[in-house]
């Protein structure tokens, strides 16, 4: 039998926070993002839905009973509407300061600001709903922001996504941009074919998988794929995920897992 893929030196291995340092700060806001870069985090992991107005917002549920103090679907409200909220109080009833929706754009501000290379991975959420809005939209911003590659290698943003329809887009339009298909079920021969669905370049399986299969990642690896794995906070996963040469970690204690790999 083949051998493994060889782990991956330590220091390459790229931590990504999680909807920001979400362990800490409520999720999708400026705060948890702000947090994560100055905890070190390479990149940046973000949900985006399309308001009633179409703009790109970063939430991960459909409605925003969770995390805000509204009701209500996103899809359903305009920007304004979602203004008129405060999405910090849920986590943190004493936050000195509330917590506004986040948009794509402000959270691409704060990437350009950074004062050093963030990395993102965007990830389209439901976008079967909205035929193609949403990813024209989010490739409007990524140009706007100077942000389209003209290669995979020198672009500091992947689009993630569970809908092969969604990359199937991104990767008509803007080929260029790596591509990770997110997976929470085992797919029996994903990992013995050449391709992956959506035409991605990257899997991205979540640690639960990867747990109770860790032959998939070697699959995928000896198949040519790289390995994106969520959400990898428990110390055992991470070490788990570095003995199969996983090459992003996205978890939502970023400085935690950079300790773990010695930065
Ligand atoms: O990074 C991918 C991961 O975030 C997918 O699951 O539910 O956290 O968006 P979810
Ligand atoms: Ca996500």
């Known amino acids: 039998p083949a051998t493994a893929p060889d782990a991956l030196d330590r220091s390459a291995v790229r931590v990504i926070a999680h909807r920001g340092s979400s362990a800490a700060l409520p999720e999708h806001t400026l705060a948890a993002y702000r947090l994560a870069v100055e905890e070190g985090a390479d990149g940046l992991e973000c949900d985006v839905r399309l308001t009633a107005d179409g703009q790109l917002v970063c939430v991960h549920d459909r409605t925003v009973r969770r995390t805000s103090d509204g009701r209500g679907a996103v899809s359903a409200m305009t920007l304004a509407e979602l203004g008129e909220l405060d999405f910090g109080s849920w986590k943190s009833p004493q936050a000195p300061e509330p917590s506004p929706i986040l948009t794509l754009a402000q959270l691409l501000e704060l990437v350009a600001d950074a004062g050093r290379p963030v990395e993102l991975a965007i990830e389209t959420k439901h976008p079967t709903r909205y035929a193609g809005r949403t990813e024209a939209e989010l490739l409007r911003l990524l140009r706007h ?23 199937h887009r991104i990767r008509r339009a803007a080929p260029a941009i790596p591509t990770v298909y997110l997976l929470e079920r085992r797919l029996p021969l994903l990992g013995r074919t050449k391709a992956l669905p959506g035409g991605a370049g990257i899997a991205g399986p979540g640690i639960d998988l990867v747990r109770a299969n860790p032959g998939l990642v070697t699959a995928l ?33 970023p400085r935690d897992v950079l300790t773990r790999l010695g930065r």
């Open 145 to 167: 922001y100077g942000l389209l590659p003209s290669t995979p290698a020198e672009s500091s943003v992947r689009i993630m996504s569970f809908s092969e329809l969604s990359l």
């Open 221 to 253: 690896r000896r198949a040519g794929h790289r390995v994106h794995v969520w959400t990898v906070d428990d110390p055992a996963d991470v070490e788990l995920c570095l003995e199969l040469g996983v090459e992003a970690l996205i978890t939502n204690r």
